[in-house]
């Protein structure tokens, strides 16, 4: 059976199903959920993931398009602009039927892709962790492979990757997500001192397992390759809002599937960072 990312196939579903809205159209989760299920991007293998998943994943899709106001289940499409600039203009996708941005000219021709994003991240995080591995030291291996060092490979092959794209502009640039009062700091210049590069669910969870699991000697890119597409999600937040999150933990009643469980709990707002190329 081929395998696919329920995630990104209700964001395709969600893209495509924008295209043909109005600004104000109303529709309540449930009813997402039916029209997902009739459309092409539902698979049969949908059906064997846990009673509440399909829910969860048009919840998550909703929030990464970042056209729509959500409350309690209930979700209004609103057309909203580029948010951190002017550099992208829509263009219609014939075969998939999706709007997908793209640069203006005069800047890098390259658009970001989650998954090809990911991939990146794991190969390479892979390739990096078998050699580390190998390291005769002891002492100087156990660093290598702890989850600062794991942490630390993971931020410099973002970089990396945004580097090579041309999307660099600064740290921040490599944010997933942005709160309003982070883009409002980020306006008037006042960066360096007010703005935090912060892990939505805390690093140390997922990177502790990577850790454990190149230790034993079983370690596969596949299995970086599923704790990063679910959990490696990074937000820019002032200060203010980063001191109102619990920053090594999640608390007794998250799902171990949504991502956004801290801020949504802190009352965070935050909006995405960038357009998204789903093809």
Not at 49 to 68: C, D, H, L, Q
Not at 203 to 219: D, F
Not at 252 to 267: H, L, M, Q, S, T
């Amino acid at each position: 059976m081929e395998e696919y990312s329920l995630n990104e196939e209700t964001l395709k579903f969600i893209l495509n199903f924008e295209v043909s809205m109005v600004d104000g159209a109303v529709f309540t989760n449930v009813e997402l959920v039916e029209k997902f299920k009739q459309s092409t991007f539902y698979h049969q293998e949908f059906e064997t993931f846990f009673p509440t998943a399909i829910s969860k994943a048009i919840w998550f899709a909703i929030k990464r398009s970042g056209n729509w106001d959500m409350k309690r289940g209930v979700y209004q499409y609103q057309k909203r602009e580029d948010l951190s600039s002017n550099n992208y203009i829509t263009v219609p996708v014939v075969e998939a039927n999706i709007n997908i941005p793209v640069l203006n000219k005069g800047t890098s021709s390259s658009a970001f892709n989650r998954k090809e994003y990911i991939r990146h991240l794991s190969k390479n995080l892979f390739e990096v962790l078998i050699l580390k591995r190998r390291i005769p030291d002891d002492f100087l291996r156990k660093y290598h492979l702890s989850s600062k060092g794991i942490g630390d490979d993971l931020y410099f092959l973002t970089e990396s990757y945004f580097r090579q794209k041309g999307l660099y502009k600064g740290k921040h640039s490599m944010s997933d997500y942005i709160t309003p009062n982070a883009q409002k700091a980020i306006k008037s210049g006042y960066v360096a001192k007010n703005l935090i590069y912060e892990h939505m669910i805390p690093k140390n969870l997922y990177i502790k397992q990577i850790s454990e699991i190149t230790l034993a000697g079983e370690l596969t890119e596949s299995f970086i390759y599923d704790l990063l597409i679910k959990y490696y999600f990074v937000c820019t937040v002032t200060k203010e809002e980063d001191e109102r999150l619990p920053s090594i933990k999640m608390d007794d009643d998250w799902d171990e599937v949504n991502p956004f469980y801290r801020y949504e709990k802190a009352g965070i707002h935050f909006i995405p960072n960038r357009r998204e190329n789903t093809q």
